[in-house]
């Protein structure tokens, strides 16, 4: 009978490297509408392990209105590397992230604009951030909710 071949010392499993989630900040001319569309992305998304998801909503002095300030700050805090996904409400909204966006030093580098509707935008993007996908996939997620039936 032959020897049994010694069996080459294994491996241990590779770990897969952590992937940041992607950021997502909610831009309303009203922080209480702002703040409401957040918890309720929270609350469909199932729970568990959520990407970081924070509104931006008035302005600083709790009036109607949006704030570049506030922009900024949730864009940064919600920052983790992977990029930072902004929806928005109304035109102005649209018009104040543009014109940080332009600016190039405001916001987190990889901060884009999502042309999606404001509430079901928010679920998709909180979904598709939370579940492991990149900024593409959380914008197209997002703007494909426009395509969402309700009749």
């Given at each position: 009978?032959?020897p049994?071949?010694?069996?080459?010392?294994?491996?241990p499993?590779?770990?897969?490297?952590?992937?940041?989630?992607?950021?997502?900040?909610?831009?309303?001319?009203?922080?209480a509408?702002?703040?409401?569309?957040?918890?309720?992305a929270?609350?469909?998304?199932?729970?568990?392990?959520?990407?970081?998801?924070l509104?931006?909503?008035?302005?600083?002095?709790?009036?109607?209105?949006?704030?570049?300030?506030?922009?900024?700050e949730?864009?940064?805090?919600?920052?983790?590397?992977a990029?930072?996904?902004?929806?928005?409400?109304?035109?102005?909204?649209?018009?104040?992230?543009?014109?940080?966006?332009a600016?190039?030093?405001?916001?987190?580098?990889?901060?884009?604009?999502v042309?999606?509707?404001?509430?079901?935008?928010a679920?998709?993007?909180?979904v598709?951030?939370?579940?492991?996908?990149?900024?593409e996939?959380?914008?197209?997620?997002?703007s494909?909710?426009?395509?969402?039936r309700?009749?």
């Amino acid at each position: 009978m032959s020897p049994t071949p010694a069996e080459p010392p294994t491996e241990p499993p590779a770990v897969p490297p952590v992937v940041p989630p992607v950021g997502i900040v909610l831009v309303s001319h009203s922080a209480a509408v702002a703040t409401a569309v957040a918890e309720l992305a929270r609350g469909l998304a199932g729970g568990g392990d959520l990407a970081p998801l924070l509104p931006a909503g008035g302005t600083a002095d709790g009036g109607l209105g949006t704030s570049s300030e506030l922009i900024c700050e949730a864009a940064k805090a919600v920052d983790r590397g992977a990029g930072v996904a902004l929806l928005v409400d109304l035109g102005s909204a649209v018009l104040t992230v543009k014109a940080l966006l332009a600016e190039g030093d405001e916001l987190p580098e990889a901060a884009r604009l999502v042309d999606a509707p404001f509430v079901e935008g928010a679920v998709a993007a909180l979904v598709t951030a939370s579940a492991g996908g990149d900024l593409e996939a959380v914008v197209a997620a997002a703007s494909e909710a426009y395509s969402y039936r309700k009749e």
